[in-house]
């Protein structure tokens, strides 16, 4: 079982930048692959980043590509969106994700997710 806890929303002007964290619960946080998705009202659940246990390997969706970095640091059960050159469609509802297998958060696919945290880019 693993707890999430994002952190880090908030109002920004575009072209700003904010850094999101996620904190995560639980002695085996290490073998989770972890992920990060994003809701705007009335649109679907859309995929931004993800990164392997090991930290070695990272995935982005080509929209925030260049733009955002996940990270995480085990030691501290936590994982980490910076984000950068931030547009007002990145405004959304963000949350946490985390899985046992990386592959299936590239499908939108996951076991556990936290409560989120909104990020508001004004223009």
């Known amino acids: 079982q693993v707890q999430l806890v994002e952190s880090g929303g908030g109002l920004v002007q575009a072209g700003g930048s904010l850094r999101l964290s996620c904190a995560a619960s639980?002695?085996?946080?290490?073998?989770?692959?972890m992920g990060w998705f994003r809701q705007a009202p009335g649109k679907e659940r859309e995929f931004v980043a993800a990164i392997r246990g090991s930290g070695s390997v990272t995935y982005y969706a080509d929209s925030v590509k260049g733009r955002f970095t996940i990270s995480r640091d085990n030691a501290k059960r936590t994982v980490y969106l910076q984000m950068n050159s931030l547009k007002p469609e990145d405004t959304a509802f963000y949350y946490c994700?985390?899985?046992?297998?990386?592959?299936?958060?590239?499908?939108?696919?996951?076991?556990?997710w936290g409560q989120g945290t909104q990020v508001t880019v004004s223009s």
């Open positions: 994700a985390a899985d046992w297998t990386f592959e299936r958060l590239l499908r939108n696919e996951y076991d556990y």
């Open positions: 639980g002695r085996t946080f290490s073998s989770y692959a």
